[in-house]
Structure formats: structure tokens, C-alpha cells
């Protein structure tokens, strides 16, 4: 999603108050994790301003969105609610070398891309992982079967077990 930033570029201590609902669609297409399924369910909204600080333009602001994703242990939907805060100075295109623009959020001319700044920023605010509850017993390892929900058969076959004298121990 690209805004025209072109008065707080030109004047000094100028401000643009943004209030934005960004559907996923507006969002850079960024996948950091290959086998990671997210689903937005509601658009990223986002408040807050430009502001033309002493030649420097910063984006400051709280964005915050629903999404699902699956559940670590037994793979199941979750749904989870993400705030963060975004403040960061961006730097204009032309003043970067090649090799910076990775480092830096940057704009072009008088647009900037706050889509990609919205994605990069959801990305890096994900847990690294999501769990149903606390006290989500997983799948098991054996047969796949979700334990949340019925015990499975492998549980009880350990008759052969080199550790089958220790199953009384601490009785």
C-alpha cells in the first residue's frame, strides 16, 4: 500500500496522521518461513504519523491485527491478536547505496510503501511458536493421533520395552 508523502517530505516539522485498515492484499508478499501458514482475519490496522523531524522522516505508530495459524503441538487453528509499535526513521531511496537497502526502510520520490514496513514489522513481532492452551498434550509420535481429543493405541503397546522393569519404580 503506497502513500504520497510528498508534504512531509518538502517541509520541515510537517506531520501526516495516518489511521489505516491495510487488508492482506496491500501487504508485501513476504514469507520469511516456508511451512508457515498465517491467515489474516481481520485487516492490520494502523495509527499513527509522519513527521518531518530536521530533514529525517520517522513513522512512529501502534498497529494491530487477528490471525490464525496452527498450533504447535497438535495442529489445530488458533487465533491470536497482534499489537506492535512501529518507530522507525526512513531514509530517502537516492541517498541509499545499493548494498543499504536492506538495512533501511526507505522511500521512493514522494511515495512510500508502508505495506512492506507493515509486513517486515508483523513477521518480526510472531512468536516462534503458538500453542492451543497450555495444556495441549501435542499428537502422538507414533500414530498422529491428536491427544487433545482421544487416546491413542501405541500408548499401551510397550510390552517389549528395555525399560519395562523400570515401570514400577516409583509406585
Known sequence: MKID???VVKSIKDRI??????????????????????????????VGA???????IKLSGEANVKYTTLCARCGVDVSSVMKFTIDEKLMNEADLKEDEREDFFYYSGNDLDIGK????????????REICSEACKGRCSKCGVNLNKEACACMSINANSQF???????K
Open 5 to 7: 508523502i510528498s508534504s
Open 17 to 46: 496522521d495516518l489511521d489505516l485498515s491495510v487488508n492482506k492484499d496491500e501487504l508485501s508478499e513476504i514469507t520469511p518461513f516456508k511451512d508457515l501458514r498465517i491467515e489474516l482475519v481481520t485487516p492490520m490496522v494502523f
Open 50 to 56: 509522519l513527521t518531518n523531524i530536521d530533514g529525517a
Open 117 to 128: 514496513i507493515l509486513s517486515e514489522y508483523f513477521y518480526l513481532n510472531l512468536p516462534m
Open 164 to 170: 519395562e522393569a523400570l515401570k514400577d519404580f516409583f
